[in-house]
């Protein structure tokens, strides 16, 4: 049978002080769940760390126990983590730009040295004039590392409008995406599976590769860096691209910019 008692004395027997009982919560945690949420969906892999350092970042000033409470709440720490798909890619066909830097193609070429650690290159052009503005050769090429290859050619020349890339995990990163946002810099995505909506560079990857990678055995990067560039300055002087009228990359690029 049951009996009712007063709030006082079921405070008294549990050892709780009575304001304990009445008192409420009044903040909104709703801006935090969505947050956090917001979070977990973009960056799965990440904890609460990186999550609590980014909202710090925004320049939110909620305490971090209040964060971690939500975080533990919402059981984000025992979150399933699932592939995501890629966003749709809109095929955008191939057109040769009208000016220089107007569009550049970025692309990476994988080998080996002789002692079989691997190596990448990563190689970026412009799609109007065909010059070779980069073949740089390293054992990774994160996204930060393709920011500053990129930072050292816009020493020597406008940054383009637009870059041409495919879905590899450099060029989804945010570090790169937020650069280019930075920069006024429209990312073309190619559609996954299709290389040839990336033709221009995919045909000078098989140039490179012919002329430097399958030609010579590489003791060590330093081999390969050296190599790279005397190809890319030869390639950028001499070599008679067929697109250009026979001319060479560099010396198309001197004709029609002093015609306009």
Not at 169 to 196: H, R, S, V
């Amino acid at each position: 049978m049951e009996k009712k008692v007063s709030v006082g004395r079921a405070c008294r027997v549990v050892g709780m002080h009575r304001s304990r009982w009445y008192y409420q919560n009044r903040k909104n945690d709703q801006p935090v769940i969505d947050k956090l949420q917001a979070y977990a969906e973009a960056y799965p892999t990440r904890g609460f760390d990186d999550y609590y350092g980014k909202i710090r970042n925004e320049g939110l000033v909620w305490n971090r126990k209040r964060v971690l409470r939500v975080y533990r709440l919402l059981k984000l720490k025992h979150r399933r983590r699932h592939k995501r798909r890629l966003p749709a890619r809109v095929k955008k066909p191939l057109q040769v730009p009208q000016a220089a830097n107007h569009c550049w193609s970025m692309d990476f070429v994988a080998d080996a040295l002789v002692s079989k650690r691997k190596i990448r290159v990563l190689t970026i052009m412009d799609d109007y004039s065909r010059e070779v503005l980069a073949a740089h050769a390293d054992f990774s090429l994160p996204a930060q590392k393709v920011v500053d290859v990129l930072k050292d050619i816009a020493l020597q020349r406008p940054l383009p409008k637009r870059i041409r890339v495919d879905n590899g995990a450099e060029f989804i990163a945010d570090k790169f995406t937020k650069w280019c946002t930075d920069n006024n810099i429209e990312i073309l995505y190619i559609q996954p599976g299709k290389p040839m909506q990336n033709g221009y560079i995919e045909r000078l990857n098989r140039t490179f590769r012919e002329d430097v990678l399958d030609a010579y055995l590489f003791e060590s990067l330093e081999e390969v860096r050296i190599l790279s560039d005397e190809w890319m300055d030869r390639y950028n002087r001499l070599h008679p691209h067929q697109s250009l009228g026979g001319l060479a990359p560099a010396t198309y690029a001197r004709q029609t910019q002093t015609k306009v």
